[in-house]
């Protein structure tokens, strides 16, 4: 059975930082791209960035350019989110799937699945 879990939100002052991390179980982890979505209140589900499965290469959702990094250790079957420089705009619940390809527009799931996310939450 597929699982994600998500953990590492909290509340934190604009300008803070923040690690999520996603453990990933029930599937082969090194076979594909793991990618992390958010929602925040009152808006759509989107995609923040993508790490590939195959060299480790990373793509980023304009806004979180130059602020957040993802990354993945295969043997931990773990991806991580490194956010800094948060805004109150990065308020949202965090998700991490497998997909099947990053830059996928749209993104296509491997597994029609997802989480219970981690709450972000940025004061200003």
């Known amino acids: 059975e597929v699982h994600f879990v998500e953990s590492g939100g909290g509340l934190v002052q604009a300008g803070g930082s923040l690690r999520l991390s996603c453990a990933a179980s029930?599937?082969?982890?090194?076979?594909?791209?793991i990618g992390w979505f958010r929602q925040a209140p009152g808006k759509e589900r989107e995609g923040v960035s993508c790490v590939r499965n195959s060299d480790g290469n990373t793509y980023y959702e304009d806004s979180v350019k130059g602020r957040f990094t993802v990354s993945r250790v295969n043997s931990k079957h773990t991806a991580y989110l490194q956010m800094n420089s948060l805004k109150p705009e990065d308020t949202a619940v965090y998700y991490c799937v497998a997909l099947y390809r990053c830059g996928d527009s749209p993104p296509v799931r491997v597994y029609d699945y997802w989480g219970q996310g981690t709450q972000v939450t940025v004061s200003s």
């Open positions: 029930g599937f082969t982890f090194d076979d594909y791209a």
